[in-house]
């Protein structure tokens, strides 16, 4: 790209902000000046916060989505990723099993049973975490919920981890949670006194990470990476008559985000219809601010929801693990032309950012095997 020598600077770095991360990782090269500014931390946050605007726009230089596909037998995991019109642009297999997966801030964390791996797609740097030690309660069974997490006071990124142990006859119920500096790269407990959900999707906002609590207790936890603390959310206002739940947590265009559905209809025999409900927290914090933005269905109850796209789109699959997309523009649902993906078991939006991990690149191991599409390239 040219400039105009007598273009202000301000100017150039405003054009730079809307640039993919290959192409400023390419500049680097070309000045000084610009390779300082790049690894500075206030130009890697603006430039994210400038991509995931693009991507809210549906603008056609955003990035791609990104799909996690497990296979039955989990013998290696197979991630695709989608552009702004969900075209499959690139594969990339991993060559190691995974148990978990959560997404942040354009970083990607995989649990690999006794190992974590952080992984910035967009840079394709890696590394290697020692996970924190499993709580010592000799569980019948044990659950991991892990989300990556934000704190801009200090330009830190962080791994929080729960586990939900269960460890005795009478259905006994354990949890603990740490987290994880990337600034310090170490780990220390945190204290946790709320129950949330094993299914949980959540995401970063204002500094927090946000879960759906039990079903019981009806409310969001929420974890606030700058002072490391647990804290509650309202739900939005369901009707009191109906059996609406918080299904979970997302953003969209950068709000608060809960999905909710319930039975609304019997057909007869031959299955039942749901309605889903897409509640928008206006203004962060304020119960009063909670809006039902959108309302899909009735639709079969054979669709299950996987995950927000722009402006209230709902990803749906089905049984035979077919992926469809809401439009909320022109309320039809409709077959998303990805051939060839196995077993989906997680989908996400994903914006790419400039963030270090000071670890090491792909091309340094053999852990991502980046594969060509028609479409795309690698």
């Not at 967009?122 to 499993?134: M, N, S, Y």
């Not at 979970?248 to 025999?269: C, H, K, Q, T």
Request: charged share 20%.
């Amino acid at each position: 790209m040219a400039y105009r020598r007598d273009m202000p600077e301000d100017m150039k770095i405003e054009i730079m902000l809307m640039l993919p991360v290959k192409s400023l990782l390419r500049f680097r090269c070309l000045s000084k000046s610009w390779c300082s500014l790049f690894q500075t931390p206030y130009f890697k946050t603006q430039h994210y916060l400038k991509r995931t605007s693009l991507s809210d726009t549906n603008n056609n230089h955003a990035n791609p989505s990104v799909f996690l596909c497990r296979p039955r037998y989990y013998h290696y995991v197979h991630l695709s990723m989608l552009d702004h019109t969900l075209t499959r642009k690139q594969d990339i297999r991993l060559s190691f099993p995974i148990i978990d997966l959560c997404y942040g801030n354009g970083l990607i964390c995989f649990w690999n049973y006794n190992m974590m791996t952080l992984w910035n797609p967009a840079t394709r740097e890696f590394k290697l975490l020692q996970p924190p030690c499993i709580p010592n309660l000799k569980p019948k069974k044990f659950n991991r919920i892990t989300q990556i997490g934000f704190n801009s006071k200090t330009n830190d990124y962080k791994v929080l981890c729960i586990w939900i142990s269960f460890h005795d006859k009478r259905f006994s119920v354990t949890q603990q949670s740490s987290l994880y500096s990337l600034n310090a790269d170490s780990w220390k407990e945190t204290r946790f006194d709320f129950s949330v959900r094993r299914s949980n999707r959540t995401f970063n906002i204002v500094n927090c990470v946000h879960y759906c609590a039990s079903r019981t207790d009806n409310c969001i936890v929420a974890f606030d990476m700058a002072d490391e603390v647990f804290w509650k959310l309202s739900m939005p206002p369901f009707e009191l008559s109906s059996n609406y739940g918080c299904d979970f947590v997302g953003v969209l265009n950068g709000n608060l985000a809960v999905v909710s559905s319930a039975y609304v209809e019997w057909i007869n025999r031959k299955g039942t219809k749901i309605s889903v409900d897409i509640w928008v927290m206006k203004e962060y914090g304020v119960q009063e601010s909670w809006t039902k933005q959108f309302t899909i269905g009735p639709i079969s109850s054979h669709y299950s929801s996987m995950g927000l796209w722009k402006k209230g789109g709902l990803f749906l699959c089905n049984p035979l693990i077919t992926l469809y997309v809401y439009d909320p523009d022109t309320q039809k649902i409709e077959k998303l032309q990805v051939d060839s993906l196995p077993l989906i078991e997680k989908i996400f939006n994903y914006t790419e950012s400039l963030v270090s991990l000071h670890g090491r690149q792909e091309r340094e191991d053999e852990r991502f095997v980046r594969l060509p599409t028609q479409s795309g390239d690698t």
